[in-house]
């Protein structure tokens, strides 16, 4: 027998490290076990910080070979010039409701699920039986035609710009409010089916000539579609949820609808449009937090406050024109627990507040 091979010697080249391997860098935060590659609003940073601060690039923090992808038509990535609006920080914006993809998903089901409660509730207790038939024909034309404005501006508002921010905090507050406006015209919808299956009198599709037709109407229904014709994203933002929800959204949802609902024996529809105004409260609070953000920059702030100034110039007329024309449907309700002046003069009022919370000057129609 032959004597067994030799086992074949083999050589490894040697490792040489050239300090460019991944971990080789050391820096002060170069052990941290967590990101830092931003500064939290407080000591430690938030979930809905981890996911939405520098998610969207930005060539003047992170990028330091520019924009990595663009349009065939026009510039790369978020443009700022896709507002006359300026900042020397826009990263600085952060969401106090800190919506993020789980709580759109939370925050609505939980929402849907009430609705749908107070709905089935509704059916069982046979409780339309006992509307009187002016209070009826209010919820089936006016309640009905403000879907429309609701989904008008979800879609061709709030969705149209949440992605031309800046920054992926401020897309991700635009988004969640478009969904906000969604599903409450999706409900307002349904709402309206339910009574039309459960009234014989109660006529379904008669919001849609309301909203194209009725003179009370026309003036709403011009300034929404003006807004949809707004290239601005910042001025479209202070345009629907500063000025045009405060004299014309609050003051049909809250000053009329949710006041003179239950004297006319309506405990339902309080439920239903309170979720709308629950949702404004939170979209009125990033919008708040934005251009009060704005208004106090140390370098731009004086000219942004000058540009709010312009800006209601326009709008303010205009929505306060189309509120006036609303002023007929007051007396519609058996019982007018509230006149429209004064559901006029309270809506004007929060707007006052509004603006003061901006730092921004009153403008001089609110005086007239």
């Known amino acids: 027998m032959s004597a067994p091979a030799q086992p074949r010697e083999r050589s490894f080249p040697s490792i040489e490290f050239t300090d460019a391997e991944a971990g080789a860098a050391v820096f002060p935060s170069s052990t941290s076990r967590r990101y830092s590659y931003y500064t939290p609003a407080r000591k430690r940073s938030t979930m809905y910080e981890d996911v939405t601060v520098d998610v969207q690039p930005d060539p003047e923090r992170h990028l330091t070979q520019g924009w990595i992808y663009g349009f065939g038509d026009g510039p790369g990535g978020y443009p700022k010039e896709w507002t006359v609006a300026r900042s020397s920080n826009w990263h600085a914006f952060l969401d106090p409701n800190e919506e993020w993809d789980q709580t759109i998903y939370r925050n609505n089901s939980a929402v849907v699920h009430q609705v749908d409660l107070c709905l089935q509730n509704a059916k069982r207790a046979r409780a339309y039986d006992s509307w009187n038939a002016p209070w009826l024909k209010f919820i089936e034309r006016h309640l009905g035609a403000w879907m429309h404005a609701e989904n008008g501006l979800a879609l061709h508002v709030f969705t149209s710009i949440q992605r031309s921010g800046p920054t992926n905090m401020i897309n991700t507050a635009v988004a969640v409010n478009a969904a906000h406006k969604l ?126 100034g312009e800006w209601m110039s326009e709008w303010v007329p205009r929505c306060l024109d189309a509120a006036r024309a609303l002023q007929p449907i007051w007396s519609q309700p058996a019982d007018k627990s509230v006149t429209f002046a004064a559901s006029l003069d309270a809506a004007t009022a929060k707007f006052r507040s509004v603006l003061e919370s901006i730092e921004t000057e009153i403008p001089e129609e609110l005086n007239q």
């Open 183 to 308: 599903r409450f015209a999706q409900d307002l919808a349904l709402y309206n089916l339910d009574i039309s299956e459960a009234e014989d009198g109660f006529d379904g599709s008669a919001h849609r000539d309301t909203w194209m037709n009725a003179p009370e109407w026309q003036g709403v229904r011009e300034t929404v579609e003006r807004l949809t014709a707004v290239g601005d994203w910042c001025q479209l933002l202070f345009a629907s949820n500063i000025v045009f929800e405060q004299l014309v959204g609050s003051l049909f949802r809250s000053e009329l609808v949710m006041q003179v609902a239950a004297p006319n024996g309506d405990y339902i529809t309080p439920t239903i449009v309170g979720t709308g105004e629950y949702d404004y409260d939170r979209d009125l609070a990033y919008t708040r937090n934005l251009f009060r953000m704005l208004a106090r920059d140390e370098e731009f702030g004086q000219a942004n406050r000058e540009l709010f």
